[in-house]
């Protein structure tokens, strides 16, 4: 079942899907024009959803978000319940000071997987079918309703998922705030800045400090969040498109292909054109 509500003056959309079986997404071939976020729930067993390529476990009543660029599928998409919308919408980035999920929730260069325990889902059931009430309620104020709940939805998650992945409630200051506005320059910026000091400049931090603030939240040093996001999206053009190599070595910001493609091998230990010929990559 989808339920879908559209903004024809804005373009604003938002959709409700529920045991839809040929439930994915394509964004470099055919849903390269809808730039929907995504919010899945995983009401069924474990499964495995694949996004860009790569298999992650899907545990049972578990929430991902996902960007508009990324590409998936599902082992059973009829157990996924899922929220679309796009920027026209709702805008994320814009309404930040409300929801507080860019770089966190939406942002990450890996996917963040929300455990819900018995109450949380009892409130997305709640939450759910009031969705499902305000979507067949066809009336002036249906917009804007949608939207109130909407950002309920994306409150609620991000306060579970800093709960679960940031137990300690002294860390959710102002330098999550920075971790989280890095991650968003990042993802704005990766294609054409790849070194720390250019980020370290635009938030008025040392790198230094970016270096501490990450030992905080991530595993990773804020190089290897750039050089890491760099490395997604070379994948995902390897995988999905047939650009060749230099033109993928221009796209992300380099000048020499054989310099991008030592690059590409020491992340991945394959050079791009056999990750695009592995396992029959390369659509």
Request: aromatic letters at 14%.
């Amino acid at each position: 079942m989808k339920l879908a509500i559209t903004d024809p003056k804005t373009g604003g959309d938002l959709l409700l899907l529920t045991d839809e079986q040929d439930f994915d997404r394509l964004f470099y071939t055919r849903d390269r024009l809808k730039k929907y976020f995504t919010i899945a729930w995983n009401c069924g067993e474990k499964q495995t959803v694949t996004i860009d390529g790569e298999e992650h476990d899907f545990k049972s009543h578990t929430i991902m978000p996902l960007m508009f660029d990324q590409s998936f599928y599902f082992e059973r998409a009829a157990d996924i319940i899922a929220w679309q919308f796009n920027r026209e919408f709702y805008c994320i980035v814009d309404h930040d000071a409300e929801v507080s999920c860019v770089g966190f929730l939406f942002g990450m260069a890996n996917p963040l997987f929300i455990h819900l325990d018995e109450e949380a889902q009892y409130k997305m059931q709640l939450l759910l079918d009031i969705f499902k009430e305000e979507l067949r309620t066809k009336d002036n104020i249906q917009g804007e309703m949608l939207m109130v709940l909407l950002k309920r939805l994306i409150i609620m998650i991000t306060k579970w998922a800093r709960s679960e992945h940031i137990p300690d409630p002294r860390l959710h200051d102002e330098r999550l705030d920075l971790f989280r506005k890095f991650n968003l320059l990042v993802e704005g910026s990766f294609r054409s800045e790849h070194s720390v000091n250019y980020y370290a400049q635009c938030l008025n931090k040392s790198p230094k400090t970016l270096a501490n603030v990450f030992a905080l939240y991530n595993q990773q040093t804020p190089l290897q969040v750039i050089q890491g996001r760099i490395i997604i999206e070379a994948k995902r053009l390897l995988y999905y498109t047939k650009k060749s190599v230099k033109q993928i070595t221009y796209e992300l910001g380099f000048e020499d292909p054989a310099y991008f493609s030592n690059f590409f091998r020491k992340h991945t230990a394959l050079s791009p054109l056999e990750f695009r010929n592995k396992d029959g990559n390369g659509k």
